[in-house]
């Protein structure tokens, strides 16, 4: 009888490209993106076409200068809004957010009013106010809070967030329109990643601005954040993954013997993408130029069935809101075709893992990159005191921006194939590595042009975005124009290190702006010999942070000791040495987030982490009894019984093969068996106290190598049993049978 996995296979071999209904021109070609990119968007084009000019007037003012926001805009906004949305097909709308679960939330409320009155008759009509616009109250009871609010307090607030454009979400039978959102408890204290991240942006605004003044840019009047998130992710045909209830409840396998094949030939690295694939790439990217998410690119990664696909930079905030919304569409989109999209940061063992390498970067409001190093000696000279400000944000916060990357699921991914080590260090290439080593060692008595000239600074090279290998082991890597985070995990919201590193930007260029207020009040005719003085003093107190080499060697881990680099192997390393008060203050003193809000931070940090390993213990648990166990002992009765008659028919000389394969079966079924009692008595232990760092700590140091010990007893089993038998898709199937 053919078992259900191998039917799925037989399935899934089957399977054809599906197709959609793409727009089409009147020739029968594919539409450019251009005529239906942003469709789904209610943007400043659009509202700038609909609004009277003195409400869109005072609209971009809020957008531009912070302007306090009017009831009466916000209700003129509203109608146009739900004009807008109704006329598309939508009948509801949702306050679109991010709460601390790492997911997005809504809840949907119909446009239509049951409570207007025409001539004596109740009628229905589409109604939408500014109130709601501004305001929603979903309950709040059940999300994440870390400590600031009891769970019976179920009041919790959305306010609506103008920075990011309203957009519409279709599904089977109708669309939504969602109207991004922070989230606020009743007492104003932060429930999400958005509102940090907005607080972390106008921080890096205000300190960086300052900063430009006194670097001679008077005209500056905001700097924000840029952002490009390459997401990477895997695909998993939708029978396999039904059939592995690992894959299901812990999106990752927690058992499977590797296949032969895997990723040794390289040749899935930017090779053919897959037909079945491709309808899906095209589907998604379908979607999400309609939504305004400018993804460019696509290609195969590294591991087999794995994929990525990049954007082009936007702004931190809205840059942020399109990934995880563009999650939410890749999800959507490859069941369609049959596919589950896994986000884990390790869904197989052995292979390469997924990241969300985060470009980061930061621009004036004239449009200027300021990781640029640009033409001029003055521009040379700016790009040089940024690129010392982002080496100080690492230097002196790097123990936040490990936690900021932390978690039970990137845990198994840093330090292991094509990820960055758990150590933070800066890669900025040879080229600018000798340029700041010259201004290291320069010498501040010379007169400031002679100085500038002599430190390269006034003929800084162009700086190319290729003038120097990329150092893919380097987890905060310098990459011509913006510096790559590599160590954000694929899953994340990538708010969260985006927060933590703009804040901590914008705590370097306060320091650096108040030092350079003291050279500049002792002498204030030679500013740029002042700024020359300062970098030199910044690279040299960074220099530690700054690593060329191989970021996978034991000896960077020596020599990362030798400097006093923090090395946080685990998110518990990394929880407790962010939980102390000199890990974090920053957060606190450039008014991201309270000190309440930071522990409560903390608070989720470890409850997320034990929930997570708790439920792959349990889930480890579940599929060894009832697959694994069962098939064994069948596998092993049928095996002895073999050797039986073997030994009686021909001697026991002779049948000792199968005296091996039946130790080999038993000792394997005895050691998983052995490690099923061991596991639910650690599981055990750590229920068992109050203290969740302890705890995590305990999950990460016993239970975690505990399920690897098992895992590795039930592969070998793997290979012992009948394939036929065998009730789980294997490596094999899931990463080569498309």
């Given at each position: 009888m053919t078992s259900p996995r191998n039917l799925a296979r037989l399935d899934v071999s089957a399977r054809q490209p599906r197709t959609f209904d793409a727009p089409r021109l009147p020739d029968g070609h594919r539409a450019p993106v251009s005529t239906y990119f942003g469709r789904h968007v209610l943007d400043l084009i659009k509202l700038r076409e609909r609004l009277p000019r003195e409400v869109y007037n005072a609209l971009l003012s809020t957008l531009r200068h912070g302007t306090i926001l009017t009831r009466e805009v916000a209700d003129t906004v509203a109608s146009v809004a739900r004009d807008w949305a109704v006329s598309h097909g939508a009948t509801h709308f949702t306050h679109w957010f991010q709460p601390m679960t790492g997911l997005t939330a809504e809840k949907h409320d119909s446009f239509a009013d049951l409570n207007v009155q025409i001539a004596g008759e109740l009628r229905v009509l589409e109604k939408f106010s500014g109130s709601q616009l501004w305001q929603s109250e979903p309950d709040a009871s059940s999300f994440p809070s870390g400590g600031m609010r009891s769970t019976f307090e179920a009041r919790g607030y959305t306010a609506w967030d103008p920075s990011s454009p309203m957009f519409l979400v279709e599904s089977t039978n109708g669309?939504?329109?969602?109207?991004?959102s922070a989230y606020i408890s009743y007492h104003g204290h932060s429930l999400d990643h958005k509102t940090p991240l907005l607080r972390s942006i106008e921080a890096l605004s205000r300190n960086a601005t300052a900063f430009l003044k006194l670097l001679g840019d008077v005209?500056?009047?905001?700097?924000?954040?840029?952002?490009?998130?390459?997401?990477?992710?895997?695909?998993?045909?939708?029978?396999?993954?039904?059939?592995?209830?690992?894959l299901v409840l812990s999106e990752r396998t927690l058992l499977g013997a590797s296949s032969a094949r895997h990723q040794q030939f390289e040749d899935h690295y930017f090779g053919s993408i897959p037909a079945r694939v491709l309808a899906f790439m095209e589907e998604m990217e379908y979607e999400l130029y309609r939504l305004g998410i400018p993804v460019r690119t696509r290609h195969n990664e590294v591991a087999p069935m794995q994929f990525e696909m990049a954007p082009i930079f936007e702004d931190v905030n809205?840059?942020?809101?399109?990934?995880?919304?563009?999650?939410?569409?890749?999800?959507?989109?490859?069941?369609?075709?049959d596919f589950v999209c896994v986000l884990h940061e390790k869904p197989y063992a052995g292979i390469n893992g997924s990241g969300k390498h985060c470009n980061w970067s930061m621009s004036t409001d004239r449009g200027e990159n300021l990781l640029d190093p640009g033409k001029t000696p003055h521009q040379n000279l700016r790009f040089l005191a940024f690129?010392?400000?982002?080496?100080?944000?690492?230097?002196?916060?790097?123990?936040?921006?490990?936690?900021?990357?932390?978690?039970?699921?990137?845990?198994?991914?840093?330090?292991?194939?094509?990820?960055?080590?758990?150590?933070?260090?800066?890669f900025v290439g040879e080229q600018l590595t000798g340029i700041l080593e010259r201004?290291?060692?320069?010498?501040?008595?010379?007169?400031?042009?002679?100085?500038?000239?002599?430190?390269?600074?006034?003929?800084?090279?162009?700086?190319?975005?290729?003038?120097?290998?990329?150092?893919?082991?380097?987890?905060?890597?310098?990459?011509g124009n913006k510096f790559e985070f590599r160590a954000v995990g694929s899953s994340m919201n990538c708010a969260v290190p985006m927060t933590v590193l703009t804040a901590a930007a914008a705590a370097a260029l306060h320091e650096m702006s108040e030092r350079l207020k003291k050279k500049l009040d002792s002498d204030p005719r030679h500013r740029d010999q002042a700024v020359a003085e300062l970098l030199r003093e910044v690279f040299t107190e960074t220099a530690t942070v700054r690593f060329e080499g191989n970021g996978y060697s034991e000896e960077w881990k020596v020599e990362a000791a030798r400097r006093g680099l923090p090395n946080l192997s685990d998110t518990p390393a990394a929880l407790a040495e962010v939980m102390k008060p000199e890990n974090h203050r920053f957060l606190v003193d450039t008014g991201v987030l309270s000190q309440l809000e930071v522990d409560a931070r903390f608070n989720v940090s470890a409850e997320r982490y034990l929930k997570q390993v708790t439920l792959e213990a349990e889930t480890l648990l579940d599929v060894l009894t009832s697959a694994v166990v069962p098939v064994a002992e069948r596998q092993l009765a049928a095996t002895g019984a073999a050797w039986r008659v073997l030994s009686e028919a021909a001697g026991s000389a002779k049948g000792s093969s199968y005296g091996k394969r039946v130790t080999a079966l038993a000792s394997g079924l005895e050691a998983v068996q052995d490690g099923v009692a061991r596991i639910q008595v650690v599981l055990a232990e750590s229920h068992g106290g109050h203290d969740e760092l302890a705890a995590c700590r305990m999950l990460s140091s016993k239970l975690r190598p505990l399920m690897q010990e098992v895992r590795e007893a039930a592969d070998r089993l793997e290979t012992l049993i009948d394939d036929e038998t065998w009730p789980l898709p294997k490596y094999r199937e899931m990463l080569f049978v498309k």
């Open positions: 669309r939504t329109l969602c109207i991004p005209d500056v009047k905001a700097v924000s954040a840029t952002l490009g998130c390459e997401q990477e992710y895997f695909l998993v045909d939708r029978t396999h993954h039904a059939l592995r209830p690992d809205l840059a942020n809101d399109h990934n995880v919304l563009a999650m939410d569409v890749a999800r959507r989109v490859a069941l369609r075709h690129m010392a400000v982002c080496l100080k944000a690492v230097h002196d916060h790097a123990v936040a921006l490990r936690w900021s990357v932390s978690g039970a699921n990137n845990d198994l991914r840093l330090g292991a194939n094509e990820a960055p080590p758990a150590i933070l260090s800066a201004l290291m060692k320069g010498e501040a008595s010379k007169d400031p042009e002679h100085f500038l000239i002599e430190m390269g600074v006034a003929k800084l090279p162009s700086v190319a975005k290729d003038n120097t290998d990329r150092n893919r082991t380097s987890p905060f890597a310098f990459t």
